[in-house]
């Protein structure tokens, strides 16, 4: 479908709110810079990855077309927990033609991450998108079974007990 605004890829959702023509979200995400994600919007675009769990991002790459196309944008990368309210983790006016890192130096841990371009007119046209460095942390909690405990098992075996993201939903 050429008008898909979102779309799933693995672990990741990838969400946009402009769209020209057949030229969607994945073709950034692709790792070619011969495909292009295109927005014919005229004021703010959004460009937003969603993950089932947070994740610190510390760099992250990106690219845009370069021939014939000199507009102007301000690009905010930013992370959110809610959807709704953005931290502005990084600000530039630059619009590299070749794949370009950006390092953060305000990280934090966020289930969703975008690109937000204010251009100076219609449109952005974006290469390549990718996040160049991130961690996923994992917490290990010990406990002490007193009771229940199968005789193949020793006092002070160390066992790993996995819990779901949202424990809520048990």
Known sequence: DTTEKKGTSGSYTVEVNSLYGSYTP??????????EYRSD???????????PSAIKVKKFKMAFRADNYTRGVTTYFQGSNNGTTWATLFTTTTKPDNLTEFTLT???????????????ETGVNLYQFELSEYEVSTYINKYT????????WHTGQIILIQ???????L
């Open 106 to 120: 305000n990280t934090g841990e966020y289930t969703q991450y975008r690109l937000q371009f204010i251009p100076t």
């Open 163 to 169: 819990t779901p993201a949202n424990v809520a939903s």
């Open 26 to 35: 994945d073709k950034a995400l692709d790792g070619s810079m011969s495909t």
């Open 41 to 51: 919007a005229d004021s703010e675009i959004i460009f937003k990855l969603i993950f």
């Open 145 to 152: 079974l007193s009771s229940g405990v199968p005789d193949v």
